[in-house]
């Protein structure tokens, strides 16, 4: 029987999904993230206050930390209930720019009413070929998504899917399982492919490819209101929630450059 559904269970799941694709440092505030190999992934290279005790400090720490290895300095939220009454003043002083998000949760908690697409054939893919990293460059306009599943890919609970039409991939979808929560990502229909259930019909086949390996609870947030709808009809619902989520990036240094002029 799965263990009943405790939101500070999957909200300390959720800060450390990064541990996955990323390496970790713990500090006594919190907890910085990094990948030097992927510097353009944001959610590689960021750091969570947790102890909102003495922010100064911590701030000053994290940017000295992603100054040395050429990181621009990203925070992250520890998804508290007014965490930012604390951190804005210290983030305004520090030059970081904070970007508010709409993310919702939503836990799986009752059955869907999607159904699948016979033209979508859905697998499970263990390493990517061209043809995928093509599409996720194109798809996500860079190669910091590829270097973030290519990492993902190496823990064997990540579960990478990919739905094909006529042999091309047309959809993708990840759940990543932890003790006792799932998390679904990487969650995208290709435009070409759009407007025929395969986004729905994917999210049907997770659920129930999820639900025959594992008793955990399915969660997953988006701020997509199309999205979302998708996400209801496949029996997941709002986790009542009193944190807010955002983003806060230390502004790069403007460099001015004189040219010199001659007649």
């Not at 919190?30 to 100064?56: C, Q, R």
Request: hydrophobic residues 35%; charged residues 20%.
């Amino acid at each position: 029987m799965p263990i009943p559904f405790n939101l500070n269970r999957m909200i300390d799941t959720e800060l450390h999904f990064p541990q996955r694709f990323a390496s970790m440092v713990n500090k006594n505030y919190g907890m910085i993230f990094y990948n030097e190999g992927n510097k353009a992934s944001h959610d590689s290279n960021h750091a969570v206050i947790t102890d909102l005790i003495g922010v100064e400090s911590s701030l000053r720490d994290i940017e000295f930390f992603y100054k040395s290895k050429g990181i621009q300095p990203r925070l992250y939220p520890s998804l508290k209930a007014n965490e930012m009454d604390k951190l804005a003043p210290v983030l305004d002083n520090h030059g970081f720019v904070v970007e508010p998000k709409d993310h919702q949760y939503y836990l799986h908690d009752h059955e869907s009413s999607l159904r699948p697409a016979d033209s979508l054939q859905i697998s499970r893919i263990h390493s990517l070929d061209i043809d995928i990293m093509e599409t996720i460059a194109i798809e996500f306009g860079g190669d910091w998504t590829i270097k973030v599943v290519e990492r993902h890919l190496l823990h064997p609970s990540y579960h990478l899917l990919g739905g094909f039409a006529d042999g091309e991939l047309a959809s993708l979808a990840s759940v990543s399982v932890f003790a006792g929560y799932s998390r679904v990502d990487d969650v995208f229909t290709r435009d070409k492919f759009r407007g025929r259930g395969y986004a729905g019909a994917m999210i049907h086949y997770l659920i129930n490819y999820h639900k025959g390996l594992y008793q955990n609870h399915l969660y997953l947030y988006s701020d997509n209101p199309a999205a979302i709808k998708i996400y209801e009809k496949a029996g997941f619902s709002k986790i009542p929630q009193d944190f807010k989520c955002w983003n806060a990036y230390k502004e790069q240094p403007q460099v001015h450059t004189e040219v010199e002029t001659t007649i």
